[in-house]
T-cell receptor, first 111, second 112 residues
Framework: DQQVKQNSPSLSVQEGRISILNCDYT??????FLWYKKYPAEGPTFLIS?????DKNEDGRFTVFLNKSAKHLSLHIVPSQPGDSAVYFC??????????FGAGTRLTVKP | DTGVSQDPRHKITKRGQNVTFRCDPI?????LYWYRQTLGQGPEFLTY????????KSRLLSDRFSAERPKGSFSTLEIQRTEQGDSAMYLC??????????FGDGTRLSIL
């Protein structure tokens, strides 16, 4: 059962522009959400998280927005840089133990 | 480097053989997780430990799979009588209680 969905397998953005990666979830019990970045041949690297009591969390160029009523979250990267090119996974958990991941979105930032 | 370490990075074996993977978590982390990732999918949760206790197992973890964390530090994941469908990347992660999970680079298993 796909409880976390990333419907865009890929996204291409010009350097300096905004990248917006989207994620939808179905389980209303999820209360903690994370984004991970993954380079080839490496494990996922934690990027940013948000708890369900917030609707926005910002860390430098990265901002995560949470819309609980729509069961939707998004990751904004601005300005995008070529080094941001990677696969981005959205993850959600009902407790901070058992995470469910989306299938990932491959971001390509073109110079 | 004090990140999560997994060994081996790659394992190629014939169907029916047993394989064992090792994960060394970040030293102060009390929780350790195993995930499996197949091509085009995100990581799927398999099991997790708090210290040496295995607290949760996914239904994905069939009887052929067993995980241990005998002293609450490193963990091993064993797959017995491997099948073609076991080919995947096996990821280990660790965290403090309530903290964010940090992943190793994974062990890629290929079944011939």
């Amino acid at each position: 059962d796909q409880q976390v969905k990333q419907n865009s397998p890929s996204l291409s953005v010009q350097e300096g522009r905004i990248s917006i990666l989207n994620c939808d979830y179905t389980n209303s019990m999820f209360d903690y959400f994370l984004w991970y970045k993954k380079y080839p041949a490496e494990g996922p690297t934690f990027l940013i998280s948000i708890s369900s009591i917030k609707d926005k969390n910002e860390d430098g160029r990265f901002t995560v927005f949470l819309n609980k009523s729509a069961k939707h979250l998004s990751l904004h990267i601005v300005p995008s840089q070529p080094g941001d090119s990677a696969v981005y996974f959205c993850a959600a958990s009902a407790r901070v133990n058992d995470m469910r991941f989306g299938a990932g979105t491959r971001l390509t930032v073109k110079p | 480097d004090t990140g999560v370490s997994q060994d081996p990075r790659h394992k190629i074996t014939k169907r029916g053989q047993n394989v064992t993977f090792r994960c060394d978590p970040i030293s102060e982390h009390n929780r350790l997780y195993w995930y499996r990732q197949t091509l085009g999918q995100g990581p799927e949760f398999l099991t997790y430990f708090q210290n040496e206790a295995q607290l949760e197992k996914s239904r994905l973890l069939s009887d052929r799979f067993s995980a241990e964390r005998p002293k609450g530090s490193f963990s091993t994941l064993e797959i017995q009588r491997t099948e073609q469908g076991d080919s995947a990347m096996y990821l280990c992660a660790s965290s403090l209680t309530g903290g964010d999970q940090h992943f190793g680079d994974g062990t890629r298993l290929s079944i011939l």
